[in-house]
């Protein structure tokens, strides 16, 4: 079982870049998925989640308009699309996957480093 980010790198202010999030030995059909982040010396915080079923997303207040969350279970791929990239938003970024029912079965990436800077 392993989730697997790419997409992640670098980039100028003002850009964008698509963050994909694959699965490996399980289906993400039946699971929760949410993009978290990590800047250095600071707590990780989430991103985005979207249910299992597709039909809801939720994003921090502080990205909402900018980063777009979306999922394509029969590629088993999750995305985080980042438009108007700002320098803040330089961390790691890693996916999650929570099941929908069987709420403790929980996996992580390793995460992919988002470098926003000029």
């Known amino acids: 079982v392993q989730l697997v980010e790419s997409g992640g790198g670098l980039v100028q202010p003002g850009g964008s870049l698509r963050l994909s999030c694959a699965g490996f030995?399980?289906?993400?059909?039946?699971?929760?998925m949410s993009w978290y982040r990590q800047a250095p010396e600071k707590e990780r915080e989430l991103v985005a989640t979207?249910?299992?079923?597709?039909?809801?997303?939720s994003y921090a207040d502080s990205l909402k308009g900018r980063f777009t969350i979306s999922r394509d279970n029969a590629q088993n791929t999750v995305y985080l699309q980042m438009n108007s990239l700002k320098p803040e938003d330089t961390a790691v970024y890693f996916c999650?996957?929570?099941?929908?029912?069987?709420?403790?079965?929980?996996?992580w990436g390793q995460g992919t480093q988002v470098t926003v800077s000029s």
């Open positions: 979207m249910i299992s079923t597709g039909g809801s997303r």
């Open positions: 999650s996957a929570q099941h929908n029912v069987f709420r403790r079965i929980n996996y």
């Open positions: 030995g399980f289906s993400l059909s039946s699971y929760d």
